[in-house]
């Protein structure tokens, strides 16, 4: 039999046993034996805190026992349908009187369907304990009785929970409700409406936007409160993690960057200043504002410029040199005083078409402009005079790195290559290029050196119907030849971010955001030669592929597909144990960098962030959005 292995031994002792464990009288009739079991049922089902081996015994001791006594059992443990018929039902209502009354049949089994609509009257009379109990017992016997929908139980043991103020209780059973029935707006609401009551706010916008995405934007009691509640929930999330909202620009904030702390020199100007971290911000109104993050704070905001700013950076020293790059193809260098003031040094004007980019070497003594007039530009941080002009592009210029010792620089442009120029005179003249880096066509969006300089990352894009292509490719910075090339990315990828922490050990990694929606960790690897492929992904906001007039306005003329979870940028944190991603559905997350297991998901943005950038103690971040503001997150010690 089945159930010998459970009820040990034979015959009478076997039987005392059996009786024994059901806690039932030495001569109990089929009756008592059936009610017992139904109760034990209950009492020991894993839903219900029971272990599955006492349950599997009290279904062993059940079969054991209605043998003895004549009856017949299902294989599943249950009554077989010879017993039930015994006992001819009239309707589902009298039954639920009956048994509530405790005057059911001795012959017949209680089904869950009788146990629901117990729920349900106890509920319509406002006893939500005993709806809770009922709502339970036919949890228990939902697997017996298939007529008994899993979900609905669960979903009216929710409303009961919720009614007594067990909001945790109800945000489980409802949302288990709803992941067992994923299209139920019905259970969505009340999971995410539960969720706040319980102050899990982070999972009750998930679950709201869920709710109110499959209501579609009906009208009526339902989409009302969950509108209501997801409101809570996201002003709730946003007052735990966002300590300043930042305003004052006169359209979209392109880039949000901290004073560093100088890596040369010590006391840096933000040590000197009081300890106070600093934040820049530039925008499509064509200026600058400088902003204290600790009370929020406006500074200065610096004007000058006649067009958008595309691109801002702090010098690294840490000394509150700030150098913008314009539209107005002109750049302008910055300092900010001790004291507090701030002027303009220099107004650099070496190009004929918009600057795209600045950036500065690791020791601050040079920085270089990229512009859409095919040329680079290298200038002297100290006297702002020009060092070298890069020609060679045959397409504009998006994108300049320097090498590590700052003896060369890279840069990528329309044209599909990227080009590696000699600083000092190691190889060649100053300011030749010495390496020529291509490997078919596509656009090369951006160039980077490893941290240890030994190689260079170029990452390109090839829109269009017929073969499009979006990876990295990996060449030698020595000689220039091709050592590996990267696929995997399904959109154009539109920032890449090294791990810090990874800068002495023998590959490096590297993080990309895309257009696809993915975040992707990859292992940049001199051997083996040949194609490589990314070692972490995730892509839980992805969502699906929009439509071209579905695009929002930023990415409006990507000819490439576009999530409606795509990402524009991605950072490492200082000590490289997390990363943050944002994009264009205006969430910021921060993501365990071993895992990519979100930590925070922080909303308050009403547009996409295009940029986001780390405090130099990694407890703060700054994202820049095209909503008008800046915010700066707290994020150290708040993970999860």
Not at 49 to 58: C, E, I, M, Y
Request: proline share 3%; net charge negative.
């Amino acid at each position: 039999m089945a159930g010998d292995a459970e009820v040990p031994g034979r015959g009478a002792a076997r039987l005392k046993k059996a009786l024994a464990f059901m806690s039932l009288p030495p001569y109990a009739s089929e009756s008592q034996v059936r009610s017992r079991y139904h109760e034990l049922l209950r009492l020991n089902h894993p839903d219900k805190g029971g272990t599955p081996d006492q349950f599997r015994r009290v279904q062993a001791c059940y079969k054991f026992l209605l043998e003895r006594l004549g009856g017949k059992v299902r294989e599943d443990g249950g009554a077989a349908a010879e017993d039930i018929a015994e006992a001819p039902r009239e309707t589902k209502v009298d039954d639920a009187r009956a048994i509530r009354q405790g005057q059911e049949d001795a012959q017949r089994v209680v089904l869950g369907s009788d146990l629901r609509s117990l729920g349900d009257e106890a509920f319509e009379e406002r006893d939500y304990t005993r709806a809770v109990e009922c709502y339970g017992a036919a949890l228990a016997h939902s697997r017996f009785d298939a007529r008994s929908g899993h979900a609905d139980l669960l979903f009216g043991r929710a409303r009961a929970h919720l009614a007594l103020g067990n909001d945790e209780k109800a945000a489980s059973d409802a949302r288990r409700a709803a992941e067992s029935r994923p299209i139920w707006a019905d259970a969505w609401a009340l999971a995410g409406h539960a969720q706040v009551k319980a102050g899990d706010f982070v999972g009750a916008r998930a679950s709201l936007e869920r709710a109110v995405g499959l209501l579609g934007g009906e009208e009526g009691d339902l989409a009302k409160r969950a509108l209501e509640d997801l409101a809570t929930a996201r002003a709730a999330v946003e007052q735990e993690f966002c300590k300043l909202a930042l305003g004052g620009h006169g359209g979209a904030v392109t880039q949000a960057s901290f004073l560093p702390e100088g890596p040369v020199l010590k006391g840096s100007l933000g040590s000197r200043m009081g300890g106070r971290r600093i934040l820049a911000t530039a925008g499509m109104d064509g200026a600058v504002r400088i902003f204290a993050t600790a009370t929020g704070e406006l500074l200065h905001q610096l004007k000058g410029h006649t067009a958008p700013i595309t691109s801002i950076a702090w010098c690294p020293d840490g000394e509150g040199v700030l150098v913008s790059a314009s539209e107005d193809g002109t750049a302008r260098v910055w300092r900010l005083e001790e004291e507090g003031s701030c002027r303009l040094l220099k107004t650099i004007s070496g190009h004929e078409a918009s600057v795209t980019r600045v950036c500065f070497d690791k020791f601050g003594a040079a920085f270089a402009t990229t512009s859409e007039d095919r040329t680079a530009c290298v200038w002297d941080s100290e006297t702002g005079l020009l060092a070298h002009r890069l020609e060679g592009h045959s397409g504009g210029v998006n994108w300049a790195a320097f090498h590590p010792t700052g003896r060369s620089v890279c840069t990528a442009s329309d044209d599909a290559t990227a080009r590696v120029w000699d600083l000092a005179g190691d190889a060649t003249e100053p300011g030749r290029c010495v390496h020529t880096l291509e490997w078919g066509d596509g656009r090369a969006t951006s160039a980077e050196y490893t941290p240890d300089g030994r190689f260079v990352v170029m990452v390109t894009k090839k829109s269009g119907a017929v073969n499009p292509f979006y990876r990295m490719l990996l060449f030698s910075s020595v000689s220039g030849r091709i050592c590996r090339w990267l696929d995997g990315h399904q959109g154009a990828i539109t920032c890449l971010s090294w791990d810090p922490s990874r800068a002495d050990s023998e590959w490096a990694t590297a993080a990309t955001s895309s257009l696809d929606g993915t975040l992707k960790v990859w292992e940049a690897r001199a051997e083996p030669t040949g194609g490589g492929t990314y070692s972490l992904e995730t892509d839980e906001a992805r969502g699906r592929a929009l439509k071209q007039w579905e695009k929002p306005a930023r990415v409006q003329g990507e000819i490439e597909a576009v999530w409606e979870g795509a990402l524009l940028c991605v950072a490492y944190s200082p000590d490289g144990g997390r990363l943050c991603a944002a994009g264009l559905d205006g969430r910021v997350r921060i993501f365990d960098s071993e895992t990519l297991e979100c930590l925070q998901d922080c909303c308050g943005h009403a547009g996409p962030v295009t940029s986001v950038a780390w405090s130099g103690d990694g407890q703060e971040l700054a994202s820049a959005s095209d909503d008008g503001t800046a915010r700066v997150w707290v994020a150290g010690g708040e993970e999860g």
